[in-house]
Antibody, heavy 118, light 106 residues
């Protein structure tokens, strides 16, 4: 069974940093692209970042480019390093698998809550 | 960036109804559209990909259609579990973008 478990969320002050992790299991992690999608409280979904199966290709939304960095390792983990956080970064962050080829967002984790507040 | 505009934002319906949600892209995106269902407090779930392909395990009462810039999600014979928020998403080009969501309520 595919499982994606996010961790690392919490309360952080404006200007601070946080590193999210996603532990993947139940599928050949190295064969799939991975993504981060967030949802602000009461709002819609916002795609943030994608990383290819090899880790060689990454893409970011304009709202987080130059502040967030996505990475992955050979131990079935995905990461999101978040710097210079603002209140607008508050929300639930989802780790999402992308299918090979078209990279459809086919499996989602339960999410981890990030709250940016003083 | 490609904008995805969903309509309506809210839809009131009853069990057994057939409902249709529309998503319009700001430019042509072939059939690179997915539809997701999100129940309150839950993670989104993939229903449809490539505009009309039903995800494995998704109920057959869900169907998608369209190409180019206009897409629809149809739910035939609504069941109680279907009252949720639905999102379209384009994966034609980065940055990937979602519609603002359509809440299907009783």
């Amino acid at each position: 069974e595919v499982q994606l478990v996010e961790s690392g969320g919490g309360l952080v002050k404006p200007g601070g940093s946080l590193r999210l992790s996603c532990a993947a299991s139940g599928f050949p992690f190295s064969s799939y692209s991975m993504n981060w999608v967030r949802q602000a409280p009461g709002k819609g979904l916002e795609w943030l970042s994608s990383i290819s199966s090899s880790g060689s290709f990454v893409h970011y939304a304009d709202s987080v480019r130059d502040r967030f960095t996505v990475s992955r390792d050979s131990g079935n983990s995905l990461y999101l390093q978040m710097n210079s956080l603002t209140a607008e970064d508050t929300g639930v962050y989802y780790c999402v698998r992308g299918t090979s080829g078209a990279m459809v967002l086919d499996r989602w984790g339960l999410g981890t809550l990030v709250t940016v507040s003083s | 960036d490609i904008q995805m505009t969903q309509s309506p934002s809210t839809l009131s319906a009853s069990v057994g109804d057939t409902v249709t949600i529309t998503c319009r892209a700001s430019q042509g995106i072939s059939t690179w559209v997915a539809w997701f269902q999100q129940r309150p407090g839950r993670a989104p779930k993939l229903l449809i990909y490539q505009a009309s392909h039903l995800e494995a395990g998704a109920p057959s009462r869900f169907s998608g259609s369209g190409s180019g810039a206009e897409f629809t999600l149809t739910i035939t014979s609504l069941e109680p579990d279907d009252f949720a928020t639905y999102y379209c998403q384009q994966y034609s080009s980065y940055p990937w973008t979602f519609g603002q969501g359509t809440k299907v309520e009783i």
